[in-house]
């Protein structure tokens, strides 16, 4: 069984940056997808990045792209969320997610497999 562990949150002022990481365990990451989504208490979960299993490409909600970015080092079973500009309205829990390798993925919801999260916080 695969398990997310994410880390890299912590407190910024706007403005700032933070590198996200998110490391799976109990299986190779060349065959899985992982994607990033958010959680601000009291709203749905929302979907940064997920990644079509076809082609392998990233699709970053519209209201982020340009400041996020997704990467990933195999040999490493890391996956990084870079974060630039950051503003108070990204404060929030960030999961990544991951998915058997079997399921085809070509949105946000078929992820099933979650970390526990990272606390990104954004304040002056």
């Known amino acids: 069984q695969v398990q997310l562990v994410e880390s890299g949150g912590g407190s910024v002022q706007p403005g700032g940056s933070l590198r996200l990481s998110c490391v799976l365990s109990?299986?190779?990451?060349?065959?899985?997808?992982i994607g990033w989504f958010r959680q601000v208490p009291g709203k749905e979960r929302e979907g940064v990045v997920c990644?079509?299993?076809?082609?392998?490409?990233?699709n970053i909600v519209d209201s982020l792209k340009g400041r996020f970015t997704i990467s990933r080092d195999n040999a490493k079973n890391t996956v990084y969320l870079q974060m630039n500009n950051l503003k108070p309205e990204d404060t929030a829990l960030y999961h990544c997610a991951t998915v058997d390798p079997r399921t085809e993925v070509a949105g946000c919801f078929e992820y099933d497999t979650w970390g526990q999260g990272t606390q990104v916080t954004v304040s002056s």
């Open positions: 990644v079509d299993s076809k082609d392998g490409s990233a």
């Open positions: 109990g299986a190779s990451l060349e065959y899985y997808v």
